[in-house]
């Protein structure tokens, strides 16, 4: 069974940043796509960025140019770098990992974006 848990949310300031961390257990977490997804309130769940276990990522376009996905697979953890924050990526942040026949969420954690 994989477990994800995720950190770093918090509050900030418009055009601050943070960089959100999602460790999972077990083995072979190289092997699978890992990716960050946000909700808010009333809305369905969205892609922000997945990355591949070769490296490739993928960005919404609300993100692009602002937020970074990484992967450290000796340490089974992915990470979401996000700068320039504006005050609509406030919401909570859930991170995946896809083994292709199963879906594991983490139990998201929030971002706010506020003056």
């Known amino acids: 069974q994989v477990q994800l848990v995720e950190s770093g949310g918090g509050l900030v300031q418009p055009g601050g940043s943070l960089r959100l961390s999602c460790a999972a257990s077990?083995?072979?977490?190289?092997?699978?796509?890992m990716g960050w997804y946000r909700q808010a309130p009333g809305k369905q769940r969205e892609l922000v960025a997945r990355?591949?276990?070769?490296?490739?990522?993928h960005y919404a376009d609300s993100v692009k140019g602002r937020f970074t996905i990484s992967r450290d697979n000796a340490k089974n953890t992915v990470y979401l770098q996000m700068n320039s924050l504006k005050p609509e990526d406030t919401t909570v942040y859930y991170c995946?990992?896809?083994?292709?026949?199963?879906?594991?969420w983490g139990q998201g954690t929030q971002v706010t974006v506020s003056s």
């Open positions: 077990g083995s072979a977490f190289s092997r699978y796509v």
């Open positions: 995946k990992l896809a083994t292709g026949w199963s879906d594991y």
């Open positions: 990355i591949t276990p070769g490296g490739s990522t």
